[in-house]
């Protein structure tokens, strides 16, 4: 079973955000189908210069998670993805890029 990628709400794919107040949002899936969601992971990747990961496990019922400024640095692009876990462990993603500034 596959479940549908959630609708990342904010950061909006590229976004310049102030990082002290970033805020992850997305939109549920629906369990359509048999399809039961578990839960969420969120990961924000920096991938220039040295890769730095945040990697974020959420239940079911989380549609949003604080990036930490301390994670965040100026001017530098950074990717989040969310992903929609079914039961079974299958899960789908949706990602944005967005800079911090």
């Known amino acids: 079973d596959i479940p ?5 709400l904010a ?29 969420y992971r969120a990961i924000v990747t920096r991938e220039e210069g040295s890769l730095r990961i945040l990697s974020v496990d959420l239940p079911a019922s989380a ?22 876990i079914e039961r079974s462990g299958n899960q789908t993603l949706t990602e944005v890029t967005f800079r911090a500034r």
């Open 4 to 8: 549908h990628g959630p609708e990342i």
């Open 11 to 39: 950061p909006r794919d590229g976004a310049v955000v102030d990082r002290r107040g970033v805020v992850a949002r997305w939109a549920g899936v629906a369990e359509i189908g048999g399809i039961e969601i578990s839960g």
């Open 63 to 84: 549609r949003k998670v604080t990036i930490p400024r301390e994670f965040l640095e100026p001017g530098t692009e950074y990717k989040l993805e969310v992903q929609s």
